[in-house]
Nanobody
Framework: QLQASGGGSVQAGGSLRLSCVASGFNFEQYIIGWFRQAPGKEREGVSCMDGYDGRTVYADSVKGRFTISRDYARNTVYLQMNNLKPEDTAVYSC???????????????WGQGTLVTVSS
């Protein structure tokens, strides 16, 4: 099970930190990815992080602004989002998969999303 939280409303240039708490599976074995979907748009991969080696991948649209991290003691993955832009407005969800870190949405397990709204 995956549960995302931390969304909210901020002005452009602001920051938010999203959390994804995992339960019911071996957290260290899985890659955790963050995805977002804006109204009327397709789901977009944002970032992912490998549980074993800490390897990360970021979408070009968020590089340099978003940072993914993991807290193994809390079975939690964070997405620190800085310098937010109106185009970052979307429902953000976390997902889990095995094998390799990818921002394509072919993940096995999905959590419910959390809404991020960025105003100009």
């Amino acid at each position: 099970q995956l549960q995302a939280s931390g969304g909210g409303s901020v002005q452009a240039g602001g920051s938010l930190r999203l959390s994804c708490v995992a339960s019911g599976f071996n957290f260290e074995q899985y890659i955790i990815g963050w995805f977002r979907q804006a109204p009327g748009k397709e789901r977009e991969g944002v970032s992912c992080m490998d549980g074993y080696d800490g390897r990360t991948v970021y979408a070009d649209s968020v590089k340099g602004r978003f940072t993914i991290s993991r807290d193994y003691a809390r079975n939690t993955v964070y997405l620190q989002m800085n310098n937010l832009k109106p185009e970052d407005t979307a429902v953000y969800s976390c997902a889990a998969r095995l094998n390799y870190c990818s921002v394509s949405p072919d993940y096995d397990y999905w959590g419910q999303g959390t809404l991020v709204t960025v105003s100009s």
